[in-house]
């Protein structure tokens, strides 16, 4: 969806809750070399090392720190859209601050579901975000039924066999 915003015109900026990789996660992502290929699609990381529940030493408290700094930022970009005309390009250049037309919280509905997110603060984000701003949130294996009734579109991606599920680590191209 990103990609064909940008493809578009339109301005597209990507926050990723709760990714900050694992031992068997290289620094670099391929979506962020593909992001830095494609004009007006910027992205931020707002995890740290590790994986939010997992048993992979990172501190559940920090992910929660993370959680709550990330949704700040996001309070920030829908306040800046809220500002701007929506209704017109913006250079692919420009901070995301300048505005943008679609905004991805990636991961956010884990955030919700590890109870690291109100659901409440969430839904009103949902509610304030301008009618012209693309809002896009993913995540979660439970449906965020407290969503639907403020939502225009929701569709479901969902596993049903995994290479982890059997122990294989995270694999480059596929999960990173």
Known sequence: MAARAAGHGF???????LKGGADSVEAVRG???AIAALPGLT??????YGWAGMADGSDD?????????????TRELVDCAAGADLSTPFDFDAPPEEGVHLLVLDEVLYAVSMGLLDPDDLVALVEDAPDDLELVLTGGHEEPTYLLEHADLVTEVRKSKHPMDVGQR??????Y
């Open 170 to 175: 995270a694999r480059r191209g596929t999960e």
């Open 11 to 17: 301005r597209v900026h990507l926050l990723q809750f």
């Open 61 to 73: 408290a920090d992910h929660a720190v993370q959680v709550e700094a990330g949704f700040e930022r």
């Open 43 to 48: 992205y931020e990381n707002l995890g740290h």
């Open 31 to 33: 979506e962020y070399n």
